[in-house]
Structure formats: C-alpha cells, structure tokens
C-alpha cells in the first residue's frame, strides 16, 4: 500500500482524487504504526516536501516525533518539546536545516484537542492550494490516527468511537465540497457517456446554466458549439489514452474568456478544472507587443543588472554598437566604454540603485570596431514585482552625425562671420 500511494503522489493527478485516495489508504488501516508512516510519507508526496514529521503528545503533554521522513534516525529519540509557541523554532535547530529551508506545521485535532503536529520543510514556501491540502490531509490523519486507537479499545467503546469518527470522516467531506464550492476556478466532472455528474457554482455562473439543467445532460448537446473547438479534441484523447491533459482555450461557451483546462481522466469518467486566464493573455499579448517594438528599435535598447551585466541587446544595439547579443550578453557594459569614461559606470550605477533616472545624457562610447561614437543616454531603474531595483535599462541614441552637423554649422557660422568683418564695400568714388 505504501508503495503504491509513493507511485500516485508522484504523479500529476487531480488534487482531490489524490486526497480521496490517501484517505482510502491512512483510514482503512488498523496498525497504529503503519498508519503514523503512511502519513508522513503521503503528506511529503502531497507537497513535494523531503523532510516530513508528525508529532504527537504524550502523556505529559509534551510533542514528540512518532513518525518521519527524511531525518535522521538519531533525532527521532532526542527530541521533545512544550506545547508552547517556540516548539517550531527548537525542532527546527534540532533537525539543522538548510538556511532556505522552511518549516511548515499545521495541527491535528481530535474532540476539539491538539494531539498533534503535521510538519513539512522545503525551500519553496506553499501555495494556497498546497496549504488547505496538507490541512485537509491533517484532518484525515486525525481520524486515521482515532481508528487505529479505536482497535485498540475495549468493544464497548468501539461502537461509539467508530460513529464519532464516521460524523468527523462526513464533516470532512463536506469540507472538500464546500472548498470547491469555494474556489474561483470552474470545476465538472463527466461520465464515461459525457453527462455531467457534478458542477461547482462558478461553472454554473460562468456557463450561464444552473446545477439542475446541467446534471445528467450531455456536455456536447448542452453546448453543441464545444464540438468544434480544441476542447473536444483534447477531452478525447484523455479518455482514450487515460492520461491527464493540460491546455489553453478560448472559451465559445463564455464569449472573451482564456481558460488554462486541467482534465483528469478515471475509470468513471472525467473531472476538469478552468482557470480563467484572460488577464495573462491580455498581458502577453501586451508583453509581445512590447518586445516588438523594443526589437524593431532603431535606437539600442539594453538591459543590465545592477553589477552592470548585459542581461538583454536589441537589433538596434547591434547596429549602433557592432556587438551581436550573443558576443555580449553576460558580460561587462564596459565593454562599450574608452578609457577615458570607465569612471562614468560606478557613477550611473549609483543613481540606479537609489532608485533614480539618468535622462538624455551625452556622452562617448566605443564600437566593435574602435571607432569613438557619440551617444544620448537615459537609464532608468528596473524593478521586481515588489518594487526592489533589480537592474536597469538603457537606450542609446548614435548622435555622432548629429553632433558633426553641429560642428560643421558652426564651422561655417564662424566663417561666414570672419568674411563679414573682413569685407568692406564702397563705390565708384571710392566712399565707403
């Protein structure tokens, strides 16, 4: 059985089947030990954790490990802890993880008790989704943990403990049916026949049909228009081929909408979950848009990181500079630079970093070749999604014909000033 929940937990399934599944498995299951290591091996598969614990109380009301993974076997016995709010931070030296390691716990409850502590670490942080799954995972171990206690107790209490534990095992499914009643993405699943066997609200908001018009209907009769598009295809070929499929799709059944679609086929028939994804498109597109423009450019558009590494060269950059983006990306912007304005670097990196813009700056570079152009500079700060400088962007204008125009007007402006001062006229008679 542990094998087996070991394959499932590597496989991108359905997050509820899988859940269903370790519940199958942790609470049909009578020997207390074998239970407390199904637990911790399915909650690190759950989560994609390698080191996974689960604590219990003892009788002096202190935690200690019962069950792990990932951990070495001489910390099982060493550890103990209070049931007071520093518990996390003394395992955490005990089990010496790695500085971007994170401990996770969320807590086992039994009859309104703390029994327990389900703990993962990883260096990722959890998602939402993987946070309510551990919890939700958390709630089943507590009802495994009481059937296996339950086998131990005397028949008199068995009966009673055994309702108790089926009222908890019914509120828990009524917790996974109101999280997808809950949930913003749209969630059906479908028979072998294609009738609709369960729909949350926001596919019945979303498709403009109820709950009651939806059950026990055929997908492809209630919305006919569905056949001739990709969806059609790819459902098929998770049915034929019993592999889950992931895609995007522009939705015919809500006009203007993108849904990311994960279906996930089974012996029963076919569960699906859309992700309404039409802000990223709009953004992608937007991004694309964006990039084209860049590329088309005529000045040089580059970016660099705050060391001044070439991270991104444009078509204009090639042109004005010589450089291809491959000779020059990952290495110094000094590159470009004559001796005489390497100093100018540690300068604009300074202005970047403090978060400011350097605006329509003239100044010399050098290209490829060896020949001195002269440039306008603007740099401005690049920033992450929390606003942290991350780098900078640069656009660079060839002024050099500009600027020899310039002198060249000048020149002549100065010239035709001299010949002026020069010249003297006077006429037949001699008078000025």
Known sequence: MIADMVHLGREKKDPYKRLAEINRAITTSLDFDKVLHL????????????????????????????????????????????????????LSRTLDLGPKDQLVSVPVIAKNALNGLLIVSREQPLEPEEEWQLSALADQAAIALRNARLYEMELAEVNRERNQTMEALRDSNERVTRILESITDLFYQLDRNWRFTDVNGQTEKRFGKSRKELLGRVFWEVFPAARETHLFKMFNEAVEQMSAKHFEVASVLAPGTWFEVHAYPNRHGLSVYLRDITERKAADVTSHLLASIVESSEDAIVSKDLNGVISSWNKGAERIFGYSAEEVIGKQIEILFPPNRLDEEPVILRRIRSGRSVQHYETVRRRKDGELIDISLTVSPLRDEYGNVIGASKIARDITAHKKALQSIRFQASLLDAVEQAVIATDVAGTV
């Open 39 to 90: 637990i911790v091996e399915n909650a690190a598969h759950l989560v994609d954790a390698e080191v996974c614990l689960l604590l219990l109380t003892d009788g002096e009301e202190r935690f200690r490990i019962r069950a792990s993974r990932g951990i070495e076997t001489s910390v099982i016995g060493t550890f103990s802890g209070r049931m007071e709010e520093d518990v996390i931070d003394s």
